[in-house]
């Protein structure tokens, strides 16, 4: 009897230019996330009408609704180191349960250097008394970093088809997380931006030396569940333009007449501007995770889900 010959495995071979492109385009995003932090702190630090508009937002704060506080007490309240550590162990332990050594590292990454820069530029930055208010940098916040860098970790860990859902609870999360420092005054609107930016810069330079060390073959791209995807647009289109416009309002009046809009307004539409925030970072998180490509390995051995 003669032995039939094993069939040979194909390989596909990834295009130099769509290589890349995908090795380059999560750093691009660390680099264009670095450049929106520094220019953030220009403008709401460095200037008298940026930090008039920025104290606005949080003097505004003046929530009495129960329901509503309350639940931006719990979010403040169980945002700590303890959930920060606990979260950075497990993910790391999915990880290694996954077979993904480099998912863990960079998960625990993410966490240890988004937060380190955080604490390192709030105690090294300075801040000009521009505002009269005499209060010391808060500049960026640290619940916030925390907050957004357990999210970014869970994403990246779990399942591409998971990842969506995951994006969209987190986002909640992390939204609320961000109101509720700007209500407690402990931080304002910037802090809260600047440390998505900071968590989403970390998370770019992981996901592009993960694609850089594993480069070859690249699965099919499979996008992310496109109703959270729709769910994260619109909500990030709606906000964005409230508070786009809310804001110019209150800068407006701080400029000609300060207190012509009232504390509230300027809360809401402050509040506004950070969910749109939140909405569009994680846009491009959860896209970015989404296309994170396997080991390179032939066409065969690279069918199944990860």
């Known amino acids: 009897m003669t032995a039939l010959a094993p069939k040979p495995v194909r390989t596909v071979a990834t ?3 769509r290589s890349l492109r995908n090795t380059a385009s999560p750093l691009l995003v660390t680099v264009l996330a670095a450049i929106g932090v520094a220019a953030i702190y220009f403008v709401f630090i460095r200037t008298t009408l940026g930090q008039a508009v920025d104290t ?7 929530v009495n609704h129960p329901q509503v506080t309350d ?3 719990r979010a403040l309240q169980y945002t700590h180191l303890t959930l920060l550590a606990l979260v950075c162990v497990l993910a790391a332990a999915f ?3 996954r077979r993904r050594l480099d998912l863990s590292i960079g998960a625990t990454f993410i966490v240890i250097a988004s937060n380190v820069t955080a604490q390192l530029l709030k105690a090294r930055l300075d801040r000009p008394d521009l505002d009269g208010t005499a209060m010391p940098n808060s500049f ?8 957004a860098s357990v999210v970014f970790v869970l994403v990246l860990v779990f399942p591409r088809a998971m990842r969506g859902m995951i994006g969209l609870g987190g986002a909640a999360y992390v939204a609320v997380v961000a109101i509720a420092t700007v209500w407690a005054e402990w931080h ?10 900071i968590v989403l810069a970390c ?3 992981v996901v592009g030396v993960i694609r850089l060390r594993r480069g070859g073959a690249l699965r099919p791209l499979q996008l992310p569940n496109m109703l959270v ?4 647009a619109v909500t990030g289109a709606v906000t964005a333009a409230a508070g786009l416009l809310g804001l110019l309002a209150v800068a407006l009046a701080e400029r000609g007449s300060p207190g012509f809009v009232s504390g509230q307004f300027a809360f809401l539409t402050g509040s506004a501007g950070i969910v749109a925030c939140v909405a569009g970072t994680f846009i491009i998180w959860v896209r970015q995770t989404a296309d994170e490509p396997p080991a390179a390995r032939s066409s065969l051995s690279t069918g199944g889900s990860q």
């Open 15 to 17: 295009p130099p230019h």
């Open 56 to 62: 606005a937002v949080m003097d505004g704060g003046d």
């Open 71 to 73: 639940v931006l007490e």
């Open 95 to 97: 990880g290694v349960i």
């Open 140 to 147: 960026p916040s640290g619940h916030v970093t925390a907050a």
């Open 188 to 197: 304002r609107p910037s802090d809260a931006v600047a440390a998505l930016l």
């Open 203 to 205: 998370g770019g330079l």
């Open 229 to 232: 995807m729709a769910i994260l």
